[in-house]
C-alpha cells in the first residue's frame, strides 16, 4: 500500500481523505494557500506544505508546485479530491511521469469521460441514450445552426465543465450568440478551455446519478442511485439515496447503462454516470464525472461502502474486494450543503470569522466539515463549509432526522443556507418525492412572498 499521499484539495474533501488515509495506515501530506494557512486540514495531516499566494492559479492550480510538493515530501501518490485538477489528464499525467501514482482514472479514460463532447459520443457508440446534440465541440457558427435544426431552447455546456459552470440556457435564436460569448468566457476563467458543444434542453426532468466503481483488473460495480434533482443555478442542493419517485424498471435499466459505460471505456475508479429523465421515465446520459463527487457520502451510508478508501486501493492496483451481488441498500440518506451564502441577498457568498459552531450528532448524523469555532472563511474558494448527512430505515425517518440536525446545526458569524434548507424539508413536494430540475427555482418564487425568508 502507498506509504504517504499528497491531498491536492482543501476543505471538507482534504479532511474527508485524511480521515480514509488514517484508517488505511497512509502519512498524509496537506497542501495549502496563504489563506488557508489555518485550515483544518493543514493542522490534522501528518505533514504540510505552502504552495502558493490566495488564488487558486497561484495554489490548488499550480500543477508545478503541487507535484514539487508531493516529490520534495518523498509522497508515492497524489489524491486530487474534486474540483480543482481532479479532472485535469494533464495533471495526471504529469504527475505519473515523475514517478507518483495519480489516485484517480487512467489519464486516457479521463480526457475522453471528461471531455463531455467525447462522452457523449462514446455512449451513443455504446447505445447509450443521449440528449440530442451537437455531440462534439462547435463553434458559434456551427453551434447556432445546429440548434435551429434540434429546436430551442437549447444549452449551450463547456466540453470540459463542472459544477454548474461554463453552462447557458437560450431560449431564441436571438440570444444565442451573447449567451455562446459568456460560455466560452467562463469555461476559459474556469478550465483554460474554450471548447463548447450544444445539447437539447430536456425541460424539468430529474437529475439521477449512478454510482459506479472499476479496478485496473476489468471488475465494475455499481452503486446504485442518487437523486441530485435540488439544484440552483446548475449547482446541487440536497441529494438522496435512493431515488423515490422512479420505477424499479428504470432504475434497473440506468445501473445496466453505467455498469456497460464503465466496463466499455475500462474505467479504473472510482465515478459517477449523470442522467436526465422526464417524466414519461426516458432517460438521456449527459456526462461522466471522472473523479469522487461532493454527493459520494448518500451513496457511502447507505451501502457501508468507503469509496475514498476503495479509489486508494484500486489506484494501488488491488482488485475489488466485493461482487454486485455483495453490495445491499441499508436504508435512505440525505445531504445537504451548507454553504456559507446570504440566501436574502441573492445567495451571494459570506465569507468571514465564525464566531460560534456546533455541530449536530446523535445516530445517524454525519457531518463532513473542513471548519471550526474561530475559523475564518476565506473569499477566494467556493462557498460550501460543511456537509450534514443523515440515514435512516425509511425515507421519512431521514427527512425527520435532517430537519432536527439543521435545528442543532448553529453557525454564528456568518451567513448560511441552513434556515433555506430546513424549509426544504418541510414541503408537501419534497417530503413526496414528487420534485425535479425545476423545483428551487418555483420555491424561491413562493418565498419570495414571505419577507422572512428572502
Partial sequence: MFKKILIANRGEIAVRIIRACKELGIQTVAVYSKADENALHVQIANESVCIGDNLPKDSYLNVENIISAACLSGCDAIHPGFGFLSENAKFARMVESCGLTFIGPNPDVMEKMGNKSYAIQTMKELGIPIVPGSYKPVSLEEGLEISKEIGFPVLIKASSGGGGKGIRLVNRED???????EAREESIKFFKDDALYIEKFVKNPKHIEVQIMGDKHGNCV???????????????MLEEAPCQGISKELKNKLYECAVKACKGVGYDSVGTLEFLVDSDENFYFIEMNTRIQVEHCVTEVVTNVDLVKNMIK?????????KQEDIKLHGYAIECRINAEDIKNDFRPSPGLIKFLNLPGGMGVRIDSGVYPGYTIPPYYDSMILKVI?????????????????????????????????????????????????????????????????
Fill in 175 to 181: 440570444e444565442f450568440e451573447a449567451a455562446y460569448n
Fill in 222 to 236: 455499481h452503486l446504485f442511485e442518487r437523486n441530485c434533482s435540488l439544484q440552483r443555478r446548475n449547482q446541487k
Fill in 314 to 322: 484500486i489506484a494501488f492496483g488491488l482488485p475489488l474486494a466485493f
Fill in 390 to 454: 443523515c440515514f435512516a430505515k425509511t425515507r421519512l425517518e431521514c427527512i425527520r432526522k435532517m430537519r432536527e440536525a439543521l435545528e442543532e446545526l448553529i453557525i454564528d458569524g456568518v451567513k448560511t443556507t441552513i434556515e433555506f434548507q430546513y424549509v426544504i424539508l418541510h414541503q408537501p413536494n419534497f417530503v413526496l418525492g414528487h420534485y425535479d430540475t425545476s423545483f428551487i427555482e418555483n420555491f424561491l418564487k413562493e418565498l419570495k412572498k414571505d419577507a422572512r425568508f428572502i
